[in-house]
């Protein structure tokens, strides 16, 4: 999906044969996602995932948590010193959300396990799965081929699309290990939150949300540049509404703890929580789903590659 097939094929549009490699690839991935999506019936979703959607379910969501909060009387409160459990107790925040978000990656997984079965080459063993393991995390196939990166507007390379990508993926993965780290806190060693700043959670989340604002903002800047041949035009509202929801759950979380100390903090929690239930909500039909299927297919191709070499098979 770098774009430069586009730009070296001598029968891209203007000619008349129009061959456009990248838009035919994206119109691919978003039928395989609609294809194995779970429940089937709900393959349609992914061509609704759009901003309005997204919006939609989070002004509905913050709503709902405002109203709820305005019935306990909380919804203006004097400072709580950052106990948000004041508000929300913790077992119903980590049985609403725990229980949504499982389902999500439950339903995403169940996907694109059926995905694998229909396009797996055989068994994996431990050097394929290290080899795609490390092309996925580093995003190798985002360099061009030639470490000069992907297209982007025009025919220009440029790795900015990479560094985004690693701002987003590892800006999420320390936020999860925050969620991680403050959950043992809580259950095994008896450390109830809040959490001072410089504690390992509050310190693993502000950095992962920092990445999280760089990340997606980039990405969405290059989306809205991208030249329109590069992709099919139907997944640019999947693709928008996931990089908004990502930055907004960012840019409420790292409200609420700065504001985590003042009466106003239950009206950041409630938007906060109305944000990232949205994002849960929309997991499964949304553009989170490209990266299970694109490692399920950077292992296929892992596979493929090291089995054909050793068959004596030199080509590709």
């Known amino acids: 999906n770098c774009g430069a097939c586009l730009h070296a094929c001598q029968y891209a549009p203007p000619h008349e044969f129009a061959i456009n490699v990248p838009k035919a690839m994206a ?10 999506a779970q429940p089937a019936a709900f393959g349609a979703l992914y061509r609704r995932a759009g901003i309005t959607v997204a ?11 405002l109203l709820a909060m305005a019935l306990k009387g909380s919804l ?33 997984m169940a996907g694109v396990i059926r995905f694998w079965r229909e396009i797996s080459p055989g068994v994996p063993r ?20 030639h470490g000069k990166g992907c297209n982007e507007a025009d025919d220009a390379f440029t790795l900015l699309r990479r560094r985004f990508h690693h701002f987003t993926f590892y800006g999420f993965m ?31 989340g502000t950095l992962g949300g920092i990445g999280l604002l ?4 980039g990405l969405l800047w290059l989306n809205l540049r991208r030249s329109p041949l590069h992709g099919d035009a139907r ?36 938007l906060h929580l109305g944000v990232v239930m949205a994002l849960f909500l929309t997991l ?29 098979d030199t080509g590709n």
């Open 174 to 204: 320390l936020c999860f290990a925050a969620t991680v780290v403050a959950t043992g806190y809580h259950y095994v060693a008896g450390w109830e939150a809040p959490y001072p700043f410089f504690s390992l959670p509050v310190m693993l």
């Open 76 to 108: 203006i409160h004097p400072p709580l010193a950052g106990d948000f459990y004041q508000i929300f107790p913790h077992s119903l925040l980590a049985w609403m959300f725990g229980s949504v978000f499982v389902l999500a990656i439950g339903l995403l």
């Open 126 to 145: 431990s050097a394929e799965i290290a080899e795609a393991s490390h092309n996925a995390l580093t995003l190798k196939y985002l360099d061009g081929g």
């Open 284 to 312: 499964p039909y949304g553009k989170f789903a490209h990266g299970f299927f694109r490692c399920a297919a950077l292992l296929k191709w892992a596979i493929e590659k090291r089995r054909g070499k050793h068959a004596g």
């Open 235 to 270: 997944q640019k509202p999947m693709d928008r509404s996931f990089i908004l929801l990502l930055f907004l759950t960012s840019l409420t979380g790292l409200a609420l703890l700065a504001g985590r100390d003042t009466s106003g903090m239950g009206i950041l929690l409630a």
């Open 55 to 65: 919006l939609a379910l989070i002004v509905g969501l913050t709503l709902f948590l």
């Open 214 to 217: 760089i990340g997606p903002a």
């Open 27 to 36: 119109q691919a991935r978003l039928e395989t996602y609609q294809q194995y």
